[in-house]
């Protein structure tokens, strides 16, 4: 089974920008996992984990929660085995702990990913934006 290494959370101010990565270790992605996609989560203290972003591998077809739709940016570096989330104009309403996982399921139209369609998740990355 893959294992997810997420990483470059921190502190930042309102109105910052940071770029999470998600690695993959013991296997790769894509044909070889047989994973459809990967996806980030995120979840604050007292809150329900909510989805992010997904992408997918080979094609890169992109998955976006709409409340962070022009904010946040997935992608992929496949020679890397690796996948980032680019956040920019960060609230403190974005302070959580990020996860990173993958799914097999490749979802049909104005589908909205849970956290139940996805498994092999990482262990996590704070992210705390100051105001």
């Known amino acids: 089974q893959v294992q997810l290494v997420e990483s470059g959370g921190g502190l930042v101010q309102a109105g910052g920008s940071l770029r999470l990565s998600c690695a993959a270790s013991?296997?790769?992605?894509?044909?070889?996992?047989?994973?459809?996609?990967v996806g980030w989560f995120r979840q604050a203290p007292g809150k329900e984990r909510e989805f992010v972003a997904a992408?997918?591998?080979?094609?890169?077809?992109?998955y976006y929660a709409d409340s962070l739709k022009g904010r946040f940016f997935i992608s992929t570096e496949n020679a890397k085995n690796t996948v980032y989330l680019q956040m920019n104009s960060l609230k403190p309403e974005d302070t959580a702990v990020y996860y990173c996982?993958?799914?097999?399921?490749?979802?049909?139209?104005?589908?909205?990913?849970?956290?139940?369609?996805?498994?092999?998740w990482g262990q996590g990355t704070q992210v705390t934006v100051s105001s």
């Open positions: 996982a993958t799914t097999r399921l490749r979802p049909a139209d104005h589908y909205r990913y849970t956290q139940e369609d996805f498994g092999s």
């Open positions: 013991g296997r790769t992605f894509g044909r070889t996992f047989g994973s459809y996609a």
């Open positions: 992408i997918s591998w080979g094609a890169g077809n992109t």
